[in-house]
């Protein structure tokens, strides 16, 4: 008792000093980033998107902000319903129509772009220099397609969960990105075409964890031993003792660049599956941790790459806990993880009752979570939709961090509690499968809100136990 009380005053203290150092306006996620596709009447309808015109162009523009070539951004926000659950992923994915980028403008984070890259002026929501595209071909076919556009090879791998060649194209001549998506599309090699989009972690403002409470799971009885879980997020703290034993293996998507921050990345792996004083949901889960993001922010390629190689560690659970425009690209990695029988949690995001819908949890068979408070009150700053799942815990909680500890809140942190309790889900019944536990999650959440499913809590509060039981 006496330990839980001096970690409990530690907590206050934390939060304390939180409050007194930070405005409550802060939040560590571009309001700006994750602006959904309102090109076309349809999905501006479905988005929700301004109705006033004053969308950000595609290039540079007035006021843009001068950034290091290094920047990786975490956690922004996302409507579309929960769609049918694809077929495993094809051969290879089928032909796209698209001629040009969302409008909304670029920003410029990094990749694998060399730490002695010069520093550049961005706006918006994508690499303004850069376009991700799948190919029909070998090597020779890259570069033939290079040199008939006038464009370079920054990189190019084989994507699993894409089923072909992905190419990073760099537009040395300055031409808009929008344009060179449009002259590629005459190439009947390229099968997809998209930006090179910027994705950013989800962390609000930041006494002992009140989750398990909450969402009706046992902390005595909690354990997902042995279930496999990739997170993908910032590099981590992997010294922290709430972290022992828990890391199954890591991978750096960004390699040439410095690891500078590890707090969101070890909060949401402690969430999870921390052991000792702050344990997490699911204690004895393996957690696989791609680092994708530095300074809270990442870009498509490098994510692809992350989702790529957690598909190979045969997982069973994927946390996104970051959000950003959409991307078909992403849409196709998504929509095949789920197909290899793969959960997706996704943050919802931070950004706002009238922010347009945030992406991955958008997309079909992703779960997109928002954040309560130990009140079961809903986070003022979530995004809402019809895209919304399911809402836990998330506002002031208690989790490691690079630092040792901290309070934290956010729908990144909230995404990490469903992951965690999804993960007691499978260790109790190994043989459920995805479509099931969505179901069973669904059918037993505690209604918040009006009656039924609605934009602000998705279909209520997660019951794991009646979950469990379903």
């Known amino acids: 008792m006496a330990a839980r009380a001096v970690i409990r005053f530690a907590a206050i ?28 009447a349809a999905g501006a309808a479905a988005a929700d998107c301004p109705k006033d015109g004053n969308e950000a162009k595609v290039g540079g523009e007035p006021g843009a902000v001068t950034l290091p070539a290094l920047i990786v951004d975490l956690f922004p926000n996302p409507p579309a319903p929960v769609a049918p659950v694809p077929t ?7 032909a796209d129509t698209q001629a040009g980028p969302p409008v909304g403008g670029a920003i410029v984070s990094p990749t694998d772009l060399v730490a002695t890259a010069p520093r550049r002026a961005i706006a918006g929501e994508f690499v303004p220099d850069e376009v991700l595209v799948t190919v029909d071909g070998d090597a020779g076919a890259v570069q033939q ?36 998506l449009a002259q590629l599309a005459a190439d009947g090699r390229t099968l997809r075409r998209e930006p090179n989009h910027i994705y950013s972690l989800q962390q609000a403002a930041g006494i002992i964890n009140y989750a398990f409470e909450r969402i009706q799971l046992d902390n005595k009885r909690a354990s997902g031993e042995n279930v496999r879980i990739a997170v993908i997020d910032t ?17 750096d998507a960004m390699p040439n660049v410095p690891v500078e921050k590890r707090d969101h990345g070890t909060s949401v792996d402690g969430l999870i599956a921390g052991v000792g004083a702050l344990e997490g949901m699911a204690p004895g889960a393996r957690i696989y941790h791609a680092r994708a993001f530095e300074d809270g922010k990442s870009t498509m390629d490098v994510i692809l790459s992350a989702l790529d190689w957690a598909a190979d ?95 934290v809140t956010g729908t990144s942190f909230a995404a990490a509690i469903v992951s965690g309790a ?41 019951d794991t136990k009646a979950a469990a039981n379903k």
Do not use: W
Not at 21 to 29: I, R
Not at 153 to 175: A, K
Not at 235 to 251: C, E, K, R, Y
């Open 235 to 251: 590099g981590i703290d992997d010294t922290n003792p709430a972290l022992s034993g828990v890391i199954a293996d890591q991978f």
């Open 145 to 180: 397609i290079a040199a008939s556009f006038g464009l370079e090879v920054r990189s190019q791998r084989q994507s699993r969960l894409l089923g072909t060649t992905l190419v990073r194209f760099g537009i040395p001549d300055g031409r808009p990105v929008g344009a060179v």
């Open 422 to 462: 999804i993960a007691n889900l499978i260790h109790a019944s190994p043989e459920r499968s995805a479509d099931d536990i969505e179901k069973a999650l669904a059918a037993t959440a505690r209604d918040l809100g009006p009656k039924g499913r609605d934009n602000d809590f998705g279909y209520g509060l997660l």
């Open 13 to 40: 203290l934390v939060a304390a000093t939180t409050i007194v150092a930070v405005p409550a306006s802060a939040q560590t996620n571009d309001p700006n980033a994750g602006r959904a596709d309102c090109t076309d």
């Open 313 to 407: 560690q045969n997982v069973s659970i994927i946390n996104m806990s970051f959000v950003g425009p959409k991307n078909d690209l992403l849409a196709t990695a998504c929509r095949n993880a789920r197909g290899l029988g793969i959960i997706l949690v996704a943050a919802a995001g931070n950004n706002g009752p009238k922010a347009p819908y945030g992406y991955p949890a958008a997309y079909d068979g992703v779960i997109a979570v928002t954040a309560t408070d130990a009140k079961d009150g809903l986070m003022q700053q979530a995004n809402r939709g019809a895209y919304v799942f399911i809402s836990a815990p998330g506002v002031e909680m208690v989790a490691p961090s690079g630092a040792g500890s901290d309070v």
């Open 88 to 94: 495993p992923r094809p051969s290879a994915p089928p």
